[in-house]
């Protein structure tokens, strides 16, 4: 066979390898250039069409003993050391690496060629379809939107995502879907009315998992101070919601009287805070449920956020679901609400703590003298372990802190020398990670307490106190953030809720204590803000726009809590990209093979104690902890037990529960408060055949006097002679002169606030 008579390769050749491709080469151009072909492992026809000449003989240019006599027969080496291919040679190679190449183009050619052809038949025969089925219509412009989506879905096929577009008749569908879907918003029961707690939908959402294990996430967020009426729930929102036995109260805020809801906003605190509350079932993959949200002035007593949690965990026991423990921030009222329930210090003379079924009751050894804990526990607490972080590196920042460890100091400078003196690859800092004023910068406290950081730290003797300050931040993010943090490791900080697994009170999945925190609050106010619009520079919101936006963060969370499964289809969610792509469950793996026993703990904490000695002793503070007695395990236990046993450490609370009067009085105020809906609701009152006799009329109308200087401010406003009677809930009856008049309550609210809306 000659090659160079070949002018096309088939792709039998073009599919040779191994012995039958070096045959081919030995028949079709020469013994010597198929061994050139052994010798650079080339075992594929296919694989020539990236492959030069220049790199086929490359190996020839070099003095290898094995390869004298190839390099002899193959070409020629000139004085300089060059090597120079036969011209025969060269000309046989060319013809065959063109015919490779041809033959990969014509592939990949035809391959697209058949591609198209295929989305082109497809698309085709689907508007030909469409077109088939609506024939029947009369009106030859009624075109389904499915045949310009058909041809919009093939006409993106054939470019990249970034360049997707979409016609005109798309875009207004999109529009169109979304302001018709209030109404599906409307049906799907995820109605959110302010302070009402959706206990009655927990089960639900739930059950796809089969856990009855959550925990409790509360966080606060700023909110436009803004008066809203709400139809639904014929109430005014955007007050300070009061608090009875810490419970918000919902429609609180429902009168039918102008003047009424002029001296609430005259005497009432309106809402600065937004208060959420959110459900999280203890499996990973399971997204958060929103149990509550409303207006506060962030005012509440420890002892009121306590007795809401009690609220909440007897509620939520009712219906058969265990609330293991509540995660909020730093704030100094949930800490002592924490301690008071936990009793860690703290005692509630007057409150029986312990009346509920559901107690956990943890054996304590009595050798162990560092667990403070008390043995029955109702609930258990985690503080958010990026609010720590922060706030550990804050102190560190500040500028009026001087913190000092030993006979050393804890300076920030430390850090601002690495930046200036070494280079950024040694340690990857920028200036932003320590700048005060960003105190939300998570991101800083991981690179600030990175391993770079901290060796280059231990190399300066004068940086000791810092090394030791970042090194307790590093062990704080192990224990409470990352999600890769063995058993062991995160048991120094946690053992609360792993013995208390070790005991069989809880499932599995509560040892993924990383994911108890109240950054499922923060994620939520972050989506809420989000759903302004991408062209919106308002990005804050009222109490009533957040309720609006958490009942479709509401629907979204429920159809991810299905696995985006609607019958047979599945939706795909995008993810961003600074949430991490998979979840890690190194935690449950490893826990499922992990045996511990109160011998591993006591290991454990010891192992623990010890590695904080060496960096007491890196400070210079062993002599003084010994001369104090305090330089073991068990001595500064007693020694810190002792302390936090004094009366100034120690929180009582006189608080009576009084929970059986609680429900009466509830009772009492349901009633009173629906007292004027049902006068409203009575059929005969707005009864259409009334509105025929106009005195009828005017005795039915709830009407006010308005006075002459606020009858000014009416101008602009719509003001109405009749209204609907079936919509007579939404309107104030005023009288102005010797007329009666209406006015929608929302007007109202516009009409009475005199102070800018913002925050």
């Known amino acids: 066979m000659n090659i160079l008579q070949l002018k096309e390769l088939t792709d039998e050749m073009m599919n040779l390898s191994l012995n039958k491709f070096y045959d081919f080469i030995e028949i079709a151009l020469d013994k010597d250039l198929s061994e050139l072909f052994k010798v650079q492992a080339i075992r594929e026809m296919s694989s020539l069409s990236s492959i030069t000449i220049d790199q086929l003989t490359q190996v020839l240019t070099f003095e290898i003993d094995e390869l004298k006599g190839l390099k002899k027969s193959l070409g020629f080496t000139t004085s300089d050391g060059n090597f120079h291919l036969r011209l025969g040679h060269r000309k046989l190679l060319e013809h065959l690496l063109s015919l490779v190449q041809a033959k990969k183009t014509l592939s990949v050619n035809n391959r697209e060629l058949s591609n198209n052809f295929i989305e082109?038949?497809?698309?085709?025969?689907?508007?030909?379809?469409?077109?088939?089925?609506?024939?029947?219509?009369?009106?030859?412009?009624?075109?389904?939107?499915?045949?310009?989506?058909?041809?919009?879905?093939?006409?993106?096929?054939?470019?990249?995502?970034?360049?997707?577009?979409?016609?005109?008749?798309?875009?207004?569908?999109?529009?169109?879907?979304?302001?018709?879907?209030?109404?599906?918003?409307?049906?799907?029961?995820?109605?959110?009315?302010?302070?009402?707690?959706?206990?009655?939908?927990?089960?639900?959402?739930?059950?796809?998992?089969?856990?009855?294990?959550?925990?409790?996430?509360?966080?606060?967020?700023?909110?436009?101070?803004?008066?809203?009426?709400?139809?639904?729930?014929?109430?005014?929102?955007?007050?300070?919601?009061?608090?009875?036995?810490?419970?918000?109260?919902?429609?609180?805020?429902?009168?039918?009287?102008?003047?009424?809801?002029?001296?609430?906003?005259?005497?009432?605190?309106?809402?600065?805070?937004?208060?959420?509350?959110?459900?999280?079932s203890l499996v990973l993959s399971d997204p958060p449920f929103i149990l509550t949200a409303y207006g506060s002035n962030n005012k509440a007593k420890a002892i009121e956020i306590l007795k809401r949690w009690l609220f909440i965990y007897h509620q939520c026991l009712i219906q058969d679901i265990h609330v293991i423990g509540f995660s909020t921030d730093a704030d100094s009222r949930f800490l002592r609400a924490m301690r008071l329930c936990s009793r860690f210090f703290a005692t509630l003379p007057n409150f029986n703590i312990l009346k509920y079924k559901d107690i956990f009751h943890i054996k304590i050894p009595k050798q162990w003298s560092w667990f403070f804990m008390e043995e029955q526990q109702i609930l258990f607490f985690m503080q958010d372990g990026i609010h720590i972080a922060t706030k550990f590196r804050n102190q560190l920042l500040s500028e009026t802190a001087h913190m000092k460890i030993g006979s050393y100091s804890i300076d920030i400078h430390d850090v601002f020398d690495l930046i200036e003196l070494e280079s950024k690859i040694e340690h990857t800092l920028i200036k932003c990670d320590v700048d005060p004023k960003d105190r939300q910068n998570f991101a800083s406290c991981l690179r600030i307490s990175s391993k770079d950081v901290l060796n280059l730290l231990e190399k300066n003797e004068k940086a000791t106190g810092t090394f030791v300050y970042l090194s307790l931040l590093r062990s704080i993010i192990a224990g409470f953030i990352e999600r890769s943090t063995t058993i062991e490791q995160r048991l120094f900080h946690i053992w609360t809720v792993v013995f208390t697994f070790i005991k069989n009170k809880l499932p599995v999945d509560a040892l993924n204590t990383f994911a108890f925190n109240s950054q499922i609050c923060e994620n939520t106010f972050r989506i809420a803000r989000s759903l302004s619009g991408s062209f919106s520079s308002n990005t804050h919101f009222s109490v009533k726009s957040f309720l609006k936006r958490c009942e479709k963060i509401s629907i979204i969370n429920s159809i991810k809590n299905h696995g985006g499964q609607i019958g047979e289809y599945q939706f795909y969610f995008p993810q961003h990209h600074k949430n991490h792509k998979d979840t890690c469950t190194y935690s449950i793996d490893h826990i499922n093979e992990l045996n511990l026993t109160e011998i591993d703990i006591e290991i454990i904490i010891k192992n623990a104690f010890e590695e904080a000695k060496k960096y007491v002793s890196m400070v210079n503070m062993t002599d003084f902890l010994k001369a104090k007695n305090i330089y073991t395990l068990s001595s500064l236990s007693t020694f810190t037990r002792s302390i936090l046993n004094r009366s100034s450490?120690?929180?009582?609370?006189?608080?009576?529960?009084?929970?059986?009067?609680?429900?009466?009085?509830?009772?009492?105020?349901?009633?009173?408060?629906?007292?004027?809906?049902?006068?409203?609701?009575?059929?005969?009152?707005?009864?259409?055949?009334?509105?025929?006799?106009?005195?009828?009329?005017?005795?039915?109308?709830i009407a006010i006097d308005v006075p002459h200087t606020a009858q000014t401010k009416l101008n602009g406003c719509r003001i109405y002679d009749k209204i609907n009677p079936q919509q007579s809930k939404k309107y104030f009856g005023i009288r102005i002169g010797s007329s009666y008049k209406f006015i929608h309550k929302q007007t109202s609210c516009w009409l009475l606030t005199t102070d800018k809306q913002r925050l």
């Open 649 to 701: 450490s120690k929180r009582i609370d006189y608080t009576i529960d009084n929970n059986s009067s609680d429900e009466d009085s509830d009772e009492e105020n349901l009633y009173s408060a629906n007292s004027m809906s049902d006068v409203l609701n009575n059929e005969d009152q707005f009864s259409p055949n009334n509105t025929d006799d106009e005195e009828e009329e005017e005795e039915n109308v």
């Open 120 to 280: 082109n038949d497809i698309e085709k025969k689907l508007i030909e379809l469409l077109k088939h089925q609506t024939s029947n219509l009369s009106d030859g412009h009624n075109v389904p939107i499915l045949i310009p989506w058909v041809i919009n879905i093939f006409q993106n096929l054939k470019t990249t995502k970034n360049k997707y577009s979409y016609d005109i008749h798309i875009q207004q569908f999109a529009l169109l879907i979304y302001i018709f879907g209030e109404s599906l918003i409307r049906n799907q029961e995820m109605r959110m009315i302010e302070s009402e707690f959706r206990f009655q939908l927990i089960k639900e959402h739930l059950k796809p998992n089969k856990c009855n294990y959550v925990f409790i996430a509360e966080d606060a967020t700023s909110s436009i101070c803004r008066i809203d009426y709400d139809a639904t729930s014929n109430s005014f929102i955007g007050f300070s919601s009061p608090l009875i036995d810490g419970v918000a109260q919902s429609n609180f805020f429902q009168t039918e009287n102008f003047e009424q809801l002029e001296l609430w906003l005259s005497e009432i605190d309106k809402a600065k805070f937004i208060n959420l509350y959110m459900l999280k």
